[in-house]
């Protein structure tokens, strides 16, 4: 059974950082390339960023360019999204997605997290 499982979401003021972390199991996680999304209430999801099967290929939503990083750790089957230069406009549940493909598609990712929170005040 496969589980994507995000943590590391929470509030913080604008101008703070979060890292945010997605621990993957029951895939073969390294032959996977990795995305993150966000949800806001009200709004559609959002591509936030997606990392290659290797960590060579990265892209990022321009919203988030400059601010966030994406990494991953095969061994550890782990990817990460670290926020920085936080702004309320961050706000929204965060998901993390493995797809076969190199893609900012939603619909192209097969597995998905439940979700983490973030909310950043003023």
């Known amino acids: 059974q496969v589980q994507l499982v995000e943590s590391g979401g929470g509030l913080v003021q604008a101008g703070g950082s979060l890292r945010l972390s997605c621990a993957a199991s029951?895939?073969?996680?390294?032959?996977?390339?990795m995305g993150w999304f966000r949800q806001a209430p009200g709004k559609e999801q959002e591509f936030v960023s997606r990392?290659?099967?290797?960590?060579?290929?990265?892209y990022y939503a321009d919203s988030v360019k400059g601010r966030f990083t994406i990494s991953r750790d095969n061994a550890k089957k782990a990817v990460y999204l670290q926020m920085n230069s936080l702004k309320p406009e961050d706000t929204a549940v965060y998901y993390c997605?493995?797809?076969?493909?190199?893609?900012?598609?939603?619909?192209?990712?097969?597995?998905w997290g439940q979700g983490t929170q973030v909310t950043v005040s003023s």
């Open positions: 997605a493995a797809a076969d493909i190199f893609t900012t598609t939603p619909n192209s990712y097969k597995y």
């Open positions: 029951g895939l073969a996680f390294s032959n996977y390339n």
């Open positions: 990392i290659g099967w290797s960590g060579s290929r990265i």
